[in-house]
C-alpha cells in the first residue's frame, strides 16, 4: 500500500456546506389566508396538492440534514482508515 489516500476535507466540507444551503431553502411555506376563502372544488385539489408538496419538501429536508451527516461521517472515516492504513504500512 505505497501512498496515503488523500482525503481534501475542506471539500468535504464544502460539499456538506453547500447541501446545508440547499437545505435551508427547503421551508414548508402555508397557503396565504385568502387562499382559505372559497369553496371551489378546483381549489380544494390545489390546496391538497399543495399541501402535498410541501410535505415533499419538509421530507426531502430531513434527506438532505441526513446527507449532511452523512458526508461528514465518510470523510472523517476516510481519514481514520488512512491514519490506521498508513501505521500498518510503517511498521512493515
Do not use: C
Not at 44 to 53: C, Q, T, V
Amino acid at each position: 500500500m505505497g501512498d496515503k489516500i488523500r482525503i481534501d476535507q475542506r471539500k468535504v466540507e464544502e460539499d456538506a456546506v453547500l447541501l446545508e444551503g440547499a437545505r435551508s431553502r427547503l421551508e414548508r411555506a402555508p397557503l396565504d389566508s385568502q387562499d382559505m376563502k372559497t369553496t371551489l372544488s378546483a381549489n380544494a385539489k390545489s390546496k391538497a396538492a399543495y399541501g402535498n408538496s410541501q410535505e415533499r419538501l419538509s421530507d426531502l429536508s430531513v434527506l438532505l440534514d441526513q446527507e449532511v451527516k452523512n458526508i461528514r461521517s465518510l470523510g472523517a472515516a476516510f481519514v481514520e482508515f488512512d491514519e490506521m492504513a498508513g501505521a500498518v504500512y510503517a511498521k512493515k
